[in-house]
């Protein structure tokens, strides 16, 4: 009984428990639920994980009411794949908040940041799981909102800009997604992915299905914020407080990027959109672009989480440039990029939220030789730079190495040559860091500090550890995404 | 017992990691432990492929052993031993666990079978070997970036170079290759970075003299000698190797002769060394490449020698200047006759190590009819003669009393000193051991006749023409400068024009270099900094502006 209704439980376990949080209003109780939930949320993705992998795909109509009039529920590889990732950002996340989430919000806050993390997780798992396009929309709300809220908790002021910046961009983003969903709807009749997919077929060539994919494209890259449309996220990652940095630099991202598949693999199809329309050149070159500008921005940031949040954005042009490669190993680079990005540079911003925990700031010049004084912290986070930068043993190479082979198979071994010398310019920002943290003389008022607490310091080194062990024995994550890609490139849902 | 294949390397990674935890007594004793075991290891890993591994889909072989891998970690294992000892009294463990991983590492690229597996360690010296360096101190931290970005750099390009090769053959193992399609040039130019070659030789005189008197010892002995291992197997015989190994040669020795930093003199010579050894592997015949082989092995003895000396003149008096030094071998005499040794050594005199491995490459090369390269190479060695063989011990060590009075360095670095003295000489006196080892059958004899007198001839014009220098050079003492001895006290010729117009161009192209690079950072920083227009945060109305243009253009192109 249980089992059949994973599905659904997946999505409103974390709701619940956003709603209790929210009534009871007690920092103390609301933590505890929102571990408990997070927990939980693992073992139920795990087990879909499993049963889509020994079954294929599942279909859960809500409610009783049978797709395609019902919502419906709708898991396989590719979709269980990205609630595994999600559940499992925000379970290590969970051990970590209460210590970084003290020293950075008010008290009588801290019970409503619980609430929002808990609303975000709803969306982002929602919006996964559900097999009907108004329904993700209304899951890419539900996760929005909360994200404005977590961003504008941040202690400082600039925080509230980034907040409104990021809440009028993802607004219209999410306009034009739902514009997008309109106009797919008006011309075919139906919200079911599944439906879609077939009456599409019929439709195709028509103008307002040409407008319905630009309104998607442009609506989902603002959410996944493909280059020029991430000038909201730095900011918004930035003045965040570091737990829910972490989080949504983890997860939000990645889950817009499955939207993105989902919508020009298994909807409008491959074929159509790779055959009759110039969008490979479109994404690849605002994918190198990415790649690029953003690692050059990184290299001058002054703000150690400002310039993680500019790799962010280099990252996801690694993972849209897979999409716009479109072969089997591009496809694969793509999706296990998804899980080796969040793992990284989850890791990241752990080790920074540790940092920011004790010395109160992050700016470069305010980590001068922190690595001494907090050793156990940024030697973890040397080994996830290391990661970011591609070195060979950890996920960050695996990544790379499928995006290079796919690159090199569409012909375009340019891009597999451009794929590897971006990894140097993330040489530079990542050295920057070590030098100022290994290198410096610590300043007087690092001089004091003590190395983080153990409740931070094991998740960030379980994500560390993720990061070198999955690069070392890549046969799960690139196993199971190799077979999510080939669901994606077969069109089958 | 030889089911079990341990990598030699391994050991001495596993091992780097260990010393900063334990006690000083315990680090002395694996300093010295660790490279016996592994020379043991290395002569224990069977022929073929000895161990295998899958990783990500493919077939690796981290450990192959064969003739060429044992000379190369037989010298590798040595070298690691005379610098442990050496280096017994280096405070900083940091810089001894960064070379023995650098040290490891090296061996591992000699053992690895597979093109994946020298990717990897060819990576961790990369890395390990920049810490070597950023272990001397504030000041090696420019230097240390500048050669971490350079062996980066080289590394995407090998790696572009590996991952080409892999998708278009399907084949990952690590032999020779043809030097045709871009996967094998991009191989063979990511070999070459780590060899010195041009155009991006510079970062090694750079960077090694930032390193600590100790580090450079270690330096000098694996990087380079590493990419002659690999070009050695994976490109013999390839031509463009012989005009890169004499450019190489000659290029060596033109700046060492200009320079007045005794351990940047000795930085060039290895450039002038491999020079020797690239262009053995471009005359490719099995000669040729015993040759190359051989002169690794005794080059890695007698410059690690060399920079022990000048290591121990540093450490006792902490000067590096030829016009800061002379004189020394009042107290020092251990190191000025163990540095002397070292500079007979590398000018190839008869009846020390480089002459009986420099002479197979200059046979090799009269017996195949290389005219040109015949001649380079002599030119070149009398060149060599002038620079490490007379310059370096000369004034350092004689030439004007400096009026310093250190006693020679404590025990274990004499002793050191001692261990590859005799090497030099031994090997030099009874070449067999030496040539039983080589890759292919022996059939040569250094001490002909003809040779020795014609080295002798060589080593004493040479000999002559810098004692006629020297006169001219007497008058003028209070140089300072690095480079302009050479023409003040000589009346203008051609090869003092040459060195003004190196030099001059070398200080042009160095400001120019600089300059453009600060103008392009500049604008990069203007553009991409927080405050720049790319870098910046856009008013909100920009950013939904943008958001437009995007739709319209995807509007546009959708509907064409």
Excluded at chain 1, 137 to 155: D, H, K, P, T
Aim: proline share 4%; charged share 10%.
């Amino acid at each position: 009984m249980i089992l059949d209704n994973l599905p659904a439980l997946q999505v409103v376990i974390p709701l619940v428990g956003a709603t209790i949080c929210a009534l009871i209003d007690r920092r103390r109780v609301a933590w505890p639920i929102a571990l408990a939930i997070s927990l939980v949320g693992i073992v139920i993705s795990v087990a879909l994980l499993a049963q889509v992998l020994a079954g294929g795909p599942i279909s859960y109509a809500m409610g009783g009411w049978a797709p395609p009039y019902g919502i419906e529920y709708r898991v396989d590889v590719v979709n269980a794949y990205i609630l595994v990732l999600v559940s499992v950002i925000g379970a290590v996340i969970m051990p970590y908040a209460p210590r970084s989430v003290a020293a950075e919000l008010a008290e009588n806050k801290q019970a409503w940041f619980y609430t929002m993390y808990l609303l975000n997780l709803t969306g982002l798992l929602g919006m996964a799981i559900t097999g009907d396009a108004f329904n993700a929309f209304v899951f890419l709300e539900i996760s929005s909102l909360s994200s404005y809220v977590m961003i504008a908790l941040g202690r400082d002021r600039r925080a509230l800009l980034a907040a409104y910046q990021y809440l009028i961009l993802g607004t219209i983003g999410a306009t034009f997604y739902v514009i997008g969903v309109g106009l797919l709807y008006a011309m075919t009749g139906t919200l079911n992915f599944v439906d879609m997919a077939e009456r599409i077929v019929d439709v195709e060539s028509s103008r307002s299905v040409l407008a319905a994919l630009a309104f998607l494209t442009v609506g989902i890259s603002l959410k996944l914020a493909l280059f020029p449309l991430h000038v909201w996220l730095p900011n918004a990652y930035a003045y965040a407080p570091s737990v829910a940095t972490v989080f949504l630099a983890s997860t939000a991202t990645k889950v817009a990027v499955y939207l993105f598949l989902r919508f020009f693999f298994s909807i409008f199809g491959a074929r159509f959109v790779y055959a009759d329309l110039p969008l490979t050149e479109i994404l690849l070159v605002l994918s190198v672009a990415a790649m690029f500008i953003a690692s050059i921005i990184a290299i001058f940031q002054d703000d150690v989480k400002r310039m993680l949040a500019y790799s962010s954005v280099a990252q996801i042009g690694y993972m849209t440039l897979g999409i716009g490669i479109a072969n089997l190993n591009g496809l694969t680079g793509t999706i296990v990029h998804l899980f080796n990005h969040a793992v990284t540079k989850g890791a990241l911003f752990m080790a920074v939220g540790a940092v920011v925990m004790r010395v109160g700031r992050h700016d470069l010049e305010g980590l001068a030789g922190i690595g001494r004084r907090m050793p156990v912290t940024m030697a973890g986070f040397v080994i996830a730079g290391l990661s970011l930068i591609g070195v060979p043993g950890t996920v960050g190479f695996v990544s790379k190495w499928y995006l290079a082979a796919g690159a090199f198979e569409s012909g375009a071994w340019l891009l597999s040559f451009l794929i590897m010398a971006s990894s140097f310019l993330a040489v530079v920002y990542v050295g920057r860091v070590v030098e100022i943290a290994w290198f410096r003389e610590p300043t007087q008022a690092v001089a004091s500090v003590e190395e983080a607490p153990l409740s931070l310091i094991i998740p960030t080194w379980v994500l560390v550890a993720a990061s070198v062990v999955f690069g070392l024995d890549a046969a799960f994550t690139a196993g199971v995404a190799e077979r999510a890609a080939e669901a994606l490139l077969a069109g089958i849902l | 017992m030889s089911d079990i294949v341990i990598p030699p390397g391994l050991v001495l990674i596993v091992g780097a990691f260990a010393l900063p935890f334990v006690s000083l007594r315990l680090r002395n004793v694996l300093l010295l432990g660790l490279p016996l075991v592994a020379l043991a290891l290395v002569w224990m890993v069977p022929d073929g492929e000895a161990l295998r591994l899958s990783w990500f889909g493919y077939e690796l072989t981290p450990v192959r052993g064969d003739a060429l891998a044992r000379v190369f970690g037989t010298v590798f294992a040595l070298m690691v031993f005379g610098g442990g000892l050496y280096s017994l009294n280096q405070p900083r463990t940091l810089e001894l666990t960064s070379a023995y991983a650098y040290a490891g590492s090296a061996l591992g690229v000699v053992f690895a079978g597979d093109l994946l597996s020298v990717f990897v360690f060819w990576e961790l010296m990369a890395l390990a070997s920049t810490m070597v360096i950023w272990s001397a101190g504030r000041e090696a931290w420019g230097p240390g970036i500048r050669y971490a970005i350079i062996h980066l750099l080289g590394g995407v390009i090998l790696m572009a170079g590996v991952a080409g090769q892999i998708w278009t053959t399907g084949d990952i193992g690590f032999h020779a290759m043809a030097t045709d399609g871009w996967p094998r040039w991009l191989i063979l130019a990511g070999f070459l970075i780590n060899a010195g070659a041009p155009p991006l030789q510079a970062w090694l005189p750079d960077a090694y003299p930032a390193a600590s008197w100790s580090g450079m010892v270690f330096l000098s002995a694996f990087t380079t000698k590493t990419a002659v291992y690999v070009l050695m197997r994976g490109f013999p015989g390839a031509e463009i190797l012989l005009w890169v190994g004499l450019f190489m040669a000659c290029y060596g020795i033109v700046f060492a002769i200009l320079e007045n930093d005794m351990r940047r003199i000795l930085a060039y010579s290895i450039i002038n060394q491999v020079g020797f050894m690239v262009t053995g592997i471009g005359i490719g015949t099995e000669l040729a490449l015993n040759g190359a082989a051989a002169h690794a092995f005794a080059h890695i003895i007698y410059k690690a020698l060399l920079l022990m000396s000048a290591g121990s003149v540093l450490y006792m008096t902490g000067k590096s200047k030829c016009t800061d030094l002379g004189g020394l071998f009042r107290t020092m005499p251990v190191t000025t006759v163990c540095g002397t040794i070292g500079a007979l050594a590398i000018s190839a005199f008869p009846l020390t190590s480089g002459f009986v491995s420099k002479s197979m490459i200059n046979s090799a090369a009269g017996e195949e009819h290389l005219a040109v390269v015949w001649f380079v190479l002599a030119a070149a060695t009398a060149g060599v003669f002038l620079h490490a063989g007379i310059k370096f011990p000369w004034f350092v060590f004689f030439q004007k009393d400096s009026g310093m009075r250190p006693p020679d360095p404590p025990a274990n670095m004499r002793w050191a000193m001692y261990l590859l003295s005799a090497i030099c000489i031994g090997l030099g006196v009874f070449p067999q051991p030496l040539y039983a080892i080589l890759p292919y059958p022996v059939d040569y004899e250094p001490y002909t006749g003809s040779h020795v007198v014609q080295q002798l001839q060589l080593l004493l014009f040479s000999g002559l023409a810098f004692f006629l220098l020297l006169n001219a050079l007497k008058r003028t003492r209070t140089i300072t400068l690095d480079v302009d001895w050479l023409w003040r006290g000589l009346a203008p010729g051609p090869a003092v024009r040459l060195a003004r117009w190196v030099s001059a161009w070398r200080a042009v192209a160095l400001e120019r270099l600089g300059g453009s690079l600060t103008f392009v950072v500049g604008s990069l920083r203007r553009h991409h900094g927080p405050e720049g227009i790319v870098g910046g945060t856009w008013p909100t109305g920009v950013m939904a502006f943008w958001t437009t243009v995007l739709l319209a253009g995807l509007l546009v192109v959708y509907y064409i």
